[in-house]
């Protein structure tokens, strides 16, 4: 389990001490207990698309926490490269398998028992390891697309998983980062809420941040979880012009 088990978010008041281990991850995906899988292409990514490529082709485009998202395929499809990292096998082997894309299998010397699949084009490597470890990888990339991934770690890490989206960032890079807006003393996560006072604490030293929109994303489960309101809100990351 990463981290410790208790974080309180002081601009709310609330207990967020909810810690999901990576074998309770590993098992929502054995279950099929994937309902969090969007089977179309994300909304908001189809929305920002030209806002995340700003003009710019070929990328080098991260999925942290990347499950099966669809959207890997079709970026990767435009002549991108795609990199994912996911805990579970499962999950990357069912996009491979869901795609209809051949992929071979390889060992990853710099991380110990981690594994990366990647398609024979090459424009696609998903990693099976925990996100804490892959910065042991040396890259760096143009264009990141966090749905599900911040909002997904456990409080007690936000801060570690910040940083490493940060040193992953090439300097024009643009990451669009999506969270969930609930009211959070009704459910406790995952996903997680994470306020603008604490994404300006977790980025805005680096970065500007720029709230770009939102969209209602309340279903089913939702409502089961006891909430009456639920938004997906996207934001715009870059880093701040006057670093080094
Ligand atoms: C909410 S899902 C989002 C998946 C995908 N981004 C999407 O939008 O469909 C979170 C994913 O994070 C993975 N995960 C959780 N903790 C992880 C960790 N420490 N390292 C790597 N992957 C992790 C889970 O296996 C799961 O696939």
Redesign the pocket.
């Known amino acids: 389990m ?1 981290g410790s088990p208790v974080e309180t978010d002081n601009t709310t008041g609330i207990k967020q001490d909810r810690v ?1 281990a ?1 074998e309770e ?2 098992m ?2 054995e279950q099929k207990n ?1 309902a ?3 089977k179309q292409v ?1 909304r908001l990514l189809e929305k920002y698309l030209d806002t995340l490529l700003n003009h710019r082709d070929k990328l080098r485009i991260f ?7 669809i ?1 890997m395929k079709w970026l990767a499809d435009m002549g991108h490269s795609i990199t994912g ?4 096998e499962t ?1 990357l082997k069912e996009f491979f398998a869901d795609q209809n894309v051949s992929y071979i299998e390889e060992q990853v010397p710099e991380i110990p028992g981690a594994k990366v699949f990647k398609s024979l084009s090459g424009n696609i490597s998903l990693y099976c ?4 470890d892959f910065p042991r990888i040396a890259v760096k990339f143009d264009g990141i697309w966090d ?3 911040l ?3 456990n409080p007690c ?1 936000r801060k570690r998983y910040a940083n490493i989206l940060l040193s992953l960032m090439e300097k024009e890079c643009r990451y669009l980062l999506v969270t969930v807006s609930y009211d959070p003393k009704l459910h406790s996560g ?2 997680f809420y994470v306020s603008d006072t604490e994404l300006d604490k977790l980025f805005g030293i680096f970065c500007s941040l720029k709230c770009l929109g939102k969209v209602d994303a309340f279903r089913e489960d939702q409502r089961k979880w006891g909430l009456d309101y639920f938004y997906e809100v996207i934001y715009l990351l870059t880093q701040k012009s006057n670093l080094c």
Do not use: Q
């Open positions: 990463e999901m990576n991850w590993i929502k995906w994937i969090f899988h969007e994300h999925f942290p926490l990347c499950g099966k998202a959207d990292v996911d805990i579970s999950g390891c925990s996100i804490y749905r599900g991934g909002v997904a770690v890490d995952p996903p």
